[in-house]
């Protein structure tokens, strides 16, 4: 009676251990998997931000060039909206606040009562400080953080891209042409953080 007690025991043991190593098992499997969906998000978070700053940099590269020698208007002034929607959080937060307010207020003082010291260069980065200052949540949270803000930044550049190749005179030009290949590149960088957005989005 005795040793089959002994043997129940130990069997009833053995299947303890047993058990217990397997959930061990199946929670280092999950751990693992869990830190590698982590490590997977987060490459993506730090490739999107990445991304981001590349298409904001991008598109005030277009305006710089635009003083050079880029003069059309309706190119430059699409570039407002792309900028306060892909530019980064960061510097989006610091020009919405305060310290933007303060740019947006002189602005709109040296406009209205010194416009002749107040440079044309100067014109549309005002603007942008301006509407990113004045800018309702709607546009400023929900649109701006929203697949709608990306789908927006990328009609953007889809329209900037064909009026800059009808410009050139034609998609040959526009890569061969000393001027149209700084914008052409400049043009093609604002096309890869919508798209990679979007595509986050969809998957």
């Known amino acids: 009676m005795e ?35 982590a490590i997977k998000l987060g490459g993506l978070g730090f490739g999107t931000t990445f991304l981001e700053w590349i298409a904001s940099f991008a598109a005030i590269y277009l305006l710089i060039l635009d003083r050079t020698n880029w003069k059309t208007n309706i190119l430059t002034g699409l ?9 980064p959080s960061i510097l989006f937060n610091v ?4 310290i933007g307010n303060w740019i947006a207020f002189v602005a709109v003082i040296l406009r209205l009562f010194f416009p002749k010291h107040f440079p044309d260069w100067l014109e549309l980065p005002c603007a942008l400080i301006l509407l990113i200052a004045v800018a309702p949540s709607l546009f400023a949270s929900t649109i701006r ?9 990328l009609v953007i550049a889809c329209y900037l891209l064909q ?5 050139s ?7 061969t042409e000393a001027n149209g290949i700084s914008n052409t590149v400049g043009i093609i960088l604002l096309f890869v953080y919508p798209a990679w957005a979007i595509l986050l989005d969809i998957l």
């Not at 570039?79 to 530019?87: A, D, G, V, W």
């Not at 009026?163 to 410009?167: D, G, L, P, S, T």
């Not at 005179?169 to 890569?175: A, H, I, N, P, R």
């Open 163 to 167: 009026e800059h190749i009808r410009a």
């Open 95 to 98: 020009f919405r606040g305060e």
């Open 79 to 87: 570039l407002i909206p792309y900028i306060f929607f892909t530019l």
């Open 3 to 37: 040793k089959k007690s002994y043997f129940a025991m130990r069997r009833h043991q053995e299947m303890e251990s047993g058990l217990l190593a397997s959930d061990f098992h199946d929670f280092a499997d999950a751990a693992k998997k869990l830190a590698n969906h």
């Open 145 to 153: 953080n929203n697949w709608i803000g990306d789908v927006i930044c």
């Open 169 to 175: 005179g034609g998609f040959k030009k526009s890569f």
